[in-house]
């Protein structure tokens, strides 16, 4: 008796954790973007791409606030740190592709008053597989003397 109970308890407990597993869906978060305290400045886009069911690509990111996007990549070269251009991103299934700091970014010109005022920005996010994602990126003012730590 005390045996057929820790069974079930087992079974349901397995149903629960098969159950709690995340649905694979293609999805963009945490995007947020870096402000530049300099007007001329580009200002830095980043965020992190869940992997849907299947293999997909980035393939392009536009904004209707913004008026020039560009996607990098951070590498090193020679020993230097340098940004290469790249015009699409392998998005594996299930994976998860993170565009942060020293590594994958976007740059961005041009960010219209209007978001500024807002605080958020609206990004749409092209697949090769024709999901687009849009999302609300915050925009994150860098003040000045954080730049300048003495
Ligand atoms: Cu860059």
């Known amino acids: 008796m005390v ?3 820790y069974l079930v308890v087992m079974g349901v407990a397995l149903a629960l954790l098969a159950a709690c597993q995340p649905p694979a ?3 963009v978060e945490k995007a947020n973007v870096q402000l530049s305290p300099v007007t001329d400045n580009p200002s830095v886009l980043y965020f992190t791409i869940r992997g849907g069911p299947e293999d997909t690509v980035l393939r392009s990111i536009t904004s209707p606030s913004i008026l020039r996007l560009e996607m990098h ?3 090193e070269e020679n020993g ?3 940004m ?8 594996p299934k299930r ?7 020293g590594g994958k970014h976007v740059m961005v010109w041009g960010v219209d ?4 005022k807002a605080g ?4 749409v996010f092209s697949f090769s597989n024709g999901d687009k994602i849009a999302v609300d990126a915050k925009l994150n003012a860098i003040k000045p003397e954080d730049g300048m730590a003495h």
């Open 3 to 5: 045996r057929s109970v």
């Open 25 to 27: 869906q293609l999805l």
């Open 73 to 75: 990549e951070t590498v």
């Open 80 to 82: 230097m740190s340098m």
């Open 84 to 91: 290469k251009p790249i015009t699409a991103v392998a998005v």
């Open 95 to 101: 994976g998860k592709v993170e565009f942060a700091p």
């Open 113 to 116: 008053e209007g978001a500024k």
């Open 120 to 123: 958020k920005a609206q990004f």
